[in-house]
Every structure is written in C-alpha cells, then in structure tokens.
C-alpha cells in the first residue's frame, strides 16, 4: 500500500486517481474528513464527486467497478474507518486474482 497525504481531499484530482490506476494501482482509497467539517468548506464533496466520476470511467473501460473507495470520518472513530479500509483492501486483493494489489490511499 501506498500513502499519498494531501492537505485536504479536496485537492485531490481526477487526474492523480487515473494515474495511480496507469501505473498499476488495483484500487484507490480516498480518506476524507467528516461531512460538514471540511477547512476547505466543500472539499470532501467536491472529491467525492471526483472519485465517482473515476470509478464510472473505470466501469466503461472494463476493469469493473469498485475499484475507488470513499472512506469519510464520522462519529465512530478511526477504529471502524481503518476496518473498512482493511476490508476493501482484502476486496481489491480479490479482484487482482492473485496479482500482487497495489493500493493506493489518498
């Protein structure tokens, strides 16, 4: 797994997802702060516009979908965000048949 750290979701761009996917990521998990309390006011929505948009793009190119996860924090804590990133890991494991999966967690 690798760790791409960006100062908010928000400055995340479709281009940097469809690049981790060129150079051979299997998935992309997107870690954003809790609705309504982006720094940024609105960037976790705009990034999560972002990552639907790449997985509807990776669905029309045949390498199927669910590919792209979107793990917003809420009130459950860090605990329940890291089991679900955990579980899509083992998912996108699944999907590589096999290959070595490459994630990819913004």
Same mark, same amino acid.
């Given at each position: 797994? #690798? &760790?791409?750290?960006?100062?908010?979701? @928000?400055?995340?761009?479709?281009?940097?997802?469809?690049?981790?996917?060129?150079?051979?990521?299997?998935?992309?998990? &997107?870690?954003?702060?809790?609705? +309504?309390?982006?720094?940024? *006011?609105? @960037?976790?929505?705009?990034?999560?516009?972002?990552?639907?948009? &790449?997985?509807?793009? *990776?669905?029309?190119? +045949?390498?199927g979908? +669910?590919? &792209?996860?979107?793990? #917003? $924090?809420?009130?459950? @804590?860090?605990?329940k965000? $890291?089991?679900?990133?955990?579980?899509f890991?083992?998912?996108?494991?699944?999907?590589?048949? @096999?290959? #070595?999966?490459?994630?990819? #967690?913004?």
């Amino acid at each position: 797994m #690798q &760790v791409i750290s960006l100062p908010c979701s @928000g400055k995340l761009d479709i281009l940097y997802l469809i690049k981790a996917f060129e150079t051979g990521a299997d998935g992309v998990a &997107v870690m954003m702060c809790k609705e +309504g309390e982006c720094r940024y *006011l609105e @960037g976790n929505m705009r990034a999560r516009k972002r990552a639907e948009a &790449v997985e509807e793009l *990776l669905k029309e190119t +045949g390498l199927g979908e +669910g590919r &792209v996860a979107v793990i #917003q $924090m809420d009130d459950y @804590g860090i605990e329940k965000k $890291m089991r679900e990133l955990q579980d899509f890991c083992l998912k996108i494991s699944a999907l590589a048949q @096999g290959n #070595q999966a490459k994630v990819f #967690q913004t």
